[in-house]
């Protein structure tokens, strides 16, 4: 019975899908599964009503854990939440969230956010969601209460502690946001750009950034893609179009299905081929990321500094199966202009380098017991009018934030001082720099502070000097 | 059906009022769920329908003509990856093997000494340390039992990965160095560890203190220890201590015959230890074989914390039901699911939850725990000091049986 029940099945799959289909042999092939199943229900614990349905999920899945990360099986409901992901239907309030203190509050409201709108600040608490405490919440469940559909709204009592205490309640609209995805600062006459994401504006957006930097005398361009997790194909190919020639492959893909080989070309931007140009890419820098920088690599555009990438440089598509649940598939892998494959491989950086943040646990509780916080609060209420180039972190107010966090509750000895003065001052400049002139200098104070951008810029400067390196023309490579 | 449940060992602590009141409701439950397996079971033979596959021989069409590597979705290769699919659907806590893959399991954890010294669950989807083992890499990196797992060597946790995968992670004759990273209740950023695989040893801790208090510690309570356990029993018998301390903090390792041997010392000869519930929710006893040295009139305190994890649950549940031993420490969590290993034909192994460990009174543990008699939490710094001289819970331990002498010299 069951072999028939098969091979009517195999009829009807082989009509329904034009491809190969499965034989009569390769069917039998997967007899164990009912074997399987059988055995399961005899000998397992099953706590579920729809243990069938259970199983037929399982084993696809299971076949996803055979083939690569991208490659995953969606439930009804799953399939029904990413769809409704990708055609931007959810969304929250613009802002990240951290539990900090036992208390989720809120960090860096994006710029014409639902929630900047609404007149919520850094460092705000938010202590109820909808009437519900966010004491006890788990950070993942407080965030699911903060989403939902756009237009739809969510009041939070909000607990601000500076400069005075109070507590009010606000109603935020849910709505889509448009974060920043371009960061540009100078450095000794060099212009650094950090590219968050590749959404659909940062290309336009950092071809503004440019132009402005070269309106100032600029020795050269940093561009930073360390935790760039990607995003729009398009937007990378304007990226790299920003500093290299038209007409040229930047990349292309390449897949069973003759859907999926297609090659994607430089267009005319108003291009930079000349400046000097270092890549910063680290581990977390993965897809978009990985072909700007390969192409860059292969048309010697750049240096690219830092570690190899993540290595995700594939094309998924998603497949609906009979009752709901569909299954999403690597059709296709990005190739470089020099046909060299990214995906699982990842870009080597042409400098090896990894200064990246290290964790270090006593940063971390002054952090989270918000000993920086309270300290560089005090300090601006000592000096209110304090300018942006006077902010020094001497040595006797290291010593001072010290005592003041030991007073707080988190030991800073005298040892920690001499070996970690560097990362101290780093830390307690940057946040001073935030609650007098808010989160784009204190990112800029970081950044300076950054090892490998401070090694970019050697580079940069080196560049001037072995100025051919990067004055011949680019070339088509084919 | 045993319905002898109480002790014939004569209880040290005082037996409550209200006892015998307790022992006619546990009766009438008893009959009660006597009806209610008959009913299960009826149940049970209604739904024996086969599943179809529809969505799996679709989905496997597509993968087989549109994945990017064709040899990758070699049927015999899907195959394996879906069978293994269908055990983590039903048990998240499963897995899956070809014959000849599970004896090199068997090889690593059975005669590899080198480990990291973690214990795992899954938590909401998530890879929760269950247990640390004592003495181990992670114990004294300051991993802690809660910990969510983020990333190993930097990556994120690859779909698939399994309990036993995990368990084995850094088991191994080389040296290994393996960092792992954290989410931890509290922390605003994931923590991160670096460990390097040692060998622990795995030996029966047995000290004699000089009141005449012995101290008793299983790492594990399997098979390979029992002779280590009978050895430091008739060194105590030997010596005629007063009482015994058994430390079952962070044990998590452990078969029941393991601890039916251990409890044989302390427990009149068929005691019910403990009771299985299997998958067709069929309840049967695991009776206790008394074994030498006889200690059962000698007192017990049990330490037990939230490292005490499945058997040992399981053994503590028995000496704390029938009051044989006084309790200290802090609540255990209750993972006592019992997980076989089954042969499916004869090219095929898989590791299955059949069931769940039920105290003597048929009273659940799984997702309850075991509460303490007398909750004693310590703190993380006093875990990475304390010695058998220098232990809170010991002197805790100590001091009690001290009043329990007292107590019965009146």
């Given amino acids: 019975m069951k072999k028939i029940k098969y091979v009517i099945l195999a009829l009807f799959l082989s009509l329904q899908v034009c491809g190969i289909c499965l034989g009569d042999d390769n069917i039998k092939d997967f007899n164990i599964l009912s074997q399987m199943a059988g055995f399961l229900k005899e000998k397992a614990v099953i706590n579920s009503d729809s243990v069938n349905k259970d199983l037929d999920y399982g084993a696809i899945k299971g076949m996803t854990y055979v083939l690569d990360r991208h490659t995953n099986f969606f439930t009804p409901e799953e399939s029904k939440r990413f769809e409704e992901q990708m055609q931007g239907f959810y969304a929250g309030i613009g802002t990240t969230v951290q539990m900090r203190n036992d208390m989720l509050t809120i960090i860096s409201p994006f710029k014409n956010g639902p929630a900047e709108k609404a007149g919520l600040k850094d460092d705000d608490r938010i202590i109820k969601i909808n009437g519900e405490s966010t004491k006890d919440m788990k950070l993942d469940d407080a965030v699911k209460r903060l989403r939902g559909k756009v237009g739809t709204t969510v009041a939070v009592t909000i607990l601000r502690e500076y400069p ?34 590749f959404s659909r504006d940062s290309g336009v957006e950092l071809q503004r950034a440019l132009s402005k930097l070269q309106k100032e005398t600029i020795k050269g361009v940093i561009l930073d893609l360390r935790n760039n997790p990607g995003g729009d194909l398009s937007t990378a190919v304007q990226v790299v179009s920003s500093f290299v020639q038209s007409g040229n492959i930047v990349v292309s893909t390449e897949g069973r299905n003759v859907l999926e080989n297609q090659s994607y070309k430089s267009f005319t931007t108003p291009v930079t081929c000349n400046l000097p140009l270092v890549v910063l890419i680290n581990g977390n820098s993965a897809s978009a990321s990985e072909l700007a920088s390969g192409a860059f690599q292969d048309y010697g555009r750049a240096v690219i500094l830092g570690e190899t990438s993540f290595g995700k440089a594939s094309v998924q598509r998603v497949y609906p199966l009979n009752d709901g649940s569909a299954i999403k598939i690597t059709g296709a892998h990005y190739f470089t202009p020099k046909h060299r494959l990214i995906h699982e491989i990842g870009i080597k950086p042409d400098i090896d380098e990894k200064k990246g943040p290290v964790f270090d646990r006593l940063i971390n509780d002054l952090t989270f017991k918000e000993c920086f916080l309270k300290y560089a609060r005090a300090y601006i209420q000592k000096y209110p009018e304090i300018k942006e180039n006077e902010l020094k972190i001497t040595d006797a107010i290291i010593g001072d934030f010290a005592s003041f966090s030991t007073k707080n509750g988190v030991l800073v000895t005298e040892s920690d001082i001499k070996q970690k003065k560097d990362m101290l001052s780093k830390y307690l400049k940057a946040e001073i720099a935030r609650i007098a002139f808010g989160y784009d200098i204190s990112k800029k104070v970081m950044t300076e502070a950054d090892e490998e951008v401070k090694h970019a810029e050697e580079l940069i400067n080196a560049m001037e000097v072995i100025k051919s390196f990067t004055t011949a023309p680019v070339e088509n490579i084919k | 059906m045993n319905f002898f449940l109480m002790p014939t060992a004569k209880c040290w602590l005082l037996v409550k009022k209200g006892e015998n009141m307790k022992r006619m409701y546990r009766m009438k439950g008893n009959v009660l769920i006597l009806v209610l397996i008959a009913l299960c079971l009826t149940l049970c033979k209604v739904k024996a329908e086969e599943p179809d596959f529809t969505e799996f021989f679709k989905a496997l069409e597509y993968l087989k003509t549109y994945y990017v590597d064709p040899q990758k979705v070699e049927s015999n290769r899907l195959k394996e990856g879906a069978l293994k699919g269908m055990v983590l659907a039903v048990d998240p806590l499963g897995d899956y093997w070809l014959k ?51 990333e190993i060597n930097g990556k994120d946790v690859l779909p698939g990965m399994t309990v036993t995968n995990l368990n084995l992670l850094g088991k191994d004759d080389r040296d290994i160095s393996i960092s792992l990273k954290f989410y931890r209740k509290n922390a605003t950023e994931p923590l991160e560890f670096n460990l390097q695989n040692k060998t622990i040893s795995r030996k029966v801790v047995a000290y004699t203190f000089e009141n005449g208090i012995g101290y008793l510690k299983p790492v594990e309570l399997t098979a390979g220890i029992k002779s280590d356990l009978t050895n430091a029993l008739r060194n105590f018998n030997d010596k005629k201590v007063q009482s015994i301390i058994i430390d079952l903090r962070n044990v998590c390792d452990g078969d029941i015959d393991t601890a039916d041997y251990l409890a044989g010392s302390f427990f009149q000869n068929g005691l019910v230890l403990a009771k299985v519930q299997d998958a067709a929710k069929q309840i049967k006893p695991v009776t206790i074989k008394s074994v030498e040295p006889n200690l059962t009139q000698i007192p017990l305190v049990v330490l037990i914390n939230e490292g005490t994890v499945g058997i040992p649950e399981v053994l503590a549940s028995a000496f704390s039901e029938y009051k044989r031993a006084l309790l200290i420490g802090s609540p255990t969590v209750g993972l006592v699911e019992r997980q076989e290993i089954l042969n499916l034909g004869e090219d095929r192994v898989i590791n299955v939850t059949t069931g769940y460990y039920l105290t003597a009174n048929e009273k659940q543990i799984q997702g309850k725990g075991i509460a303490p008699d007398d909750k004693v939490v310590e703190t993380v710094q006093d875990y990475a000091k304390r010695s058998i001289e220098n232990d809170n819970l010991i002197k805790k331990a100590k001091e009690l049986l001290e009043v329990a002498k007292i107590w019965r010299m009146r």
């Fill in chain 1, 164 to 197: 005075e205490e109070k507590t009010f309640e606000v109603s935020i609209e849910r709505g889509q946001v448009e974060i920043d995805t371009v960061y540009t600062y100078v450095f000794d006459n060099i212009g650094y750009i950090l590219l968050t994401q």
């Fill in chain 2, 100 to 150: 000849k893959d599970y004896e090199l399991v068997k090889r690593q954890i059975n005669s590899v000494q080198k480990e990291i010294g973690i214990r795992w669950t899954i938590r909401d989807k998530m890879y929760v340390v269950k247990s640390v083992l004592e003495g181990s890499p992670a114990a004294f990196a300051g991993i802690q039992v809660g910990d969510m797992l983020a």
